[in-house]
């Protein structure tokens, strides 16, 4: 488990930090513990923030760490204001640009999926990190039951049965032990697919040929 060591690392790394700022989760708590706190959008529209409840928040796999580990740029109040119509920022939202800093390979998993690619086409209704294992009250993925995934899948997947989310599943990449059926229909595609690119190739090739040595024949 290269990545919970590396994630674990990185987590020592930024909770120094955020502890040598020395702001206490209590106070962020003061306001964010409870509901009723909107941001005003350029628009002016106002749009209420989700608050953390404290004891979801410490029972989460993060819920040691101070809240400045994830939001460094918190520390000063009142905040400074943030573009909030920014692409960046939906990243931000969905977790991409967070939780990256810690989770690389999941990270890397997750871009190489379907989600990956809905996201890379620019289409704003892909899932982050966030979107399925919620923001302050993540939890390890082998406490999940089939419930937990199905309910998951379902925010976007209007009835998606605990067969579709077993199915397919977070950001792991297929191998021969893990989906090995999913695998090899990959692998098979990308042979099928590299193999009639290949054979085109040569076949090329045997054209180009035929008609390099046709002309050297003329010429003679
Ligand atoms: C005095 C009350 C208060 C305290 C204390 C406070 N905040 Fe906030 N926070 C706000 C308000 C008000 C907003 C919404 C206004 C805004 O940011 O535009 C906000 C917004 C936020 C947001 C959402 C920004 C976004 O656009 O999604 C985060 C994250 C946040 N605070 C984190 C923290 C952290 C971490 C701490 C502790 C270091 C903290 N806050 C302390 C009042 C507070
Ligand atoms: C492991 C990283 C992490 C930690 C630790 C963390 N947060 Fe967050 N927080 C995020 C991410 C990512 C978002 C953006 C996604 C979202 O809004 O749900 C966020 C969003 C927020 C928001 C805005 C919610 C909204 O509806 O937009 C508030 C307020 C906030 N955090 C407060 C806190 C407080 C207070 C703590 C400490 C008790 C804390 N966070 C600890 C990652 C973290
Ligand atoms: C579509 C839902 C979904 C999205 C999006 C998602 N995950 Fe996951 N994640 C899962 C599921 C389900 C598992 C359980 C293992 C599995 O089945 O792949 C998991 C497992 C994990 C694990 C633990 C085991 C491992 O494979 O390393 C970490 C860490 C993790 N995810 C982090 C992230 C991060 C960081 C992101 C964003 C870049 C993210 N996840 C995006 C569903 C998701
Ligand atoms: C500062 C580093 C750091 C950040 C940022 C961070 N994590 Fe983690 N995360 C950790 C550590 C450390 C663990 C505990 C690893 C362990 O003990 O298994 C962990 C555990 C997890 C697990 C459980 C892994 C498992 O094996 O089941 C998931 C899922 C996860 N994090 C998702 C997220 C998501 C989603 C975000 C963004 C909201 C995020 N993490 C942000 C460091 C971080
Ligand atoms: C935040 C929204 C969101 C969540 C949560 C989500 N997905 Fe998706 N998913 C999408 C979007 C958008 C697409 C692109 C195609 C479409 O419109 O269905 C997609 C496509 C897919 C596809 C490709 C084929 C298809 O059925 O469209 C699979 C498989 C898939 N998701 C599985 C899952 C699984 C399993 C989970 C839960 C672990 C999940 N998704 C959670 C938004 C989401």
Redo the contacts with the bound molecule.
């Keep these: 488990m290269l990545?919970k060591k590396a994630?674990k690392k990185a987590a020592k790394k930024a909770v120094r930090e955020a502890s040598r700022k020395g702001t206490p989760n209590g106070l962020c708590l003061t306001c964010h513990g409870r509901p009723g706190i909107a941001v005003t959008l350029a628009t002016g529209q106002q749009v209420p923030i989700a608050p953390v409840v404290p004891k979801r928040y410490a029972a989460s796999v993060h819920g040691k760490f101070p809240c400045l580990t994830c939001h460094e740029a918190k520390a000063r109040l009142p905040h400074a204001p943030i573009d909030r119509e920014a692409q960046s920022y939906n990243d931000y939202l969905k977790?991409?640009s967070v939780?990256?800093t810690c989770?690389k390979?999941?990270?890397e998993?997750?871009l190489h999926t379907v989600?990956g690619t809905v996201r890379e086409l620019g289409d704003p209704r892909y899932?982050?990190?966030t979107?399925?294992?919620t923001t302050h009250a993540v939890k390890h993925?082998d406490t999940?039951t089939a419930a937990d995934?199905a309910l998951?899948?379902n925010q976007c997947h209007r009835g998606a049965q605990t067969s579709f989310a077993a199915a397919a599943?977070?950001?792991?990449e297929p191998s021969l032990s893990w989906f090995a059926p999913t695998y090899l229909a990959e692998r098979f595609l990308l042979l099928l697919a590299s193999s009639v690119i290949a054979f085109g190739i040569i076949s090329v090739e045997l054209d180009i040929l035929r008609w390099g040595t046709g002309r050297l024949r003329n010429r003679t």
Excluded: E, K, L, V
């Design positions: 990545d994630a977790g991409i939780c990256s989770h390979r999941a990270y998993g997750f989600h899932p982050g990190c979107s399925c294992h993925t999940w995934r998951a899948c599943t977070g950001h792991r």
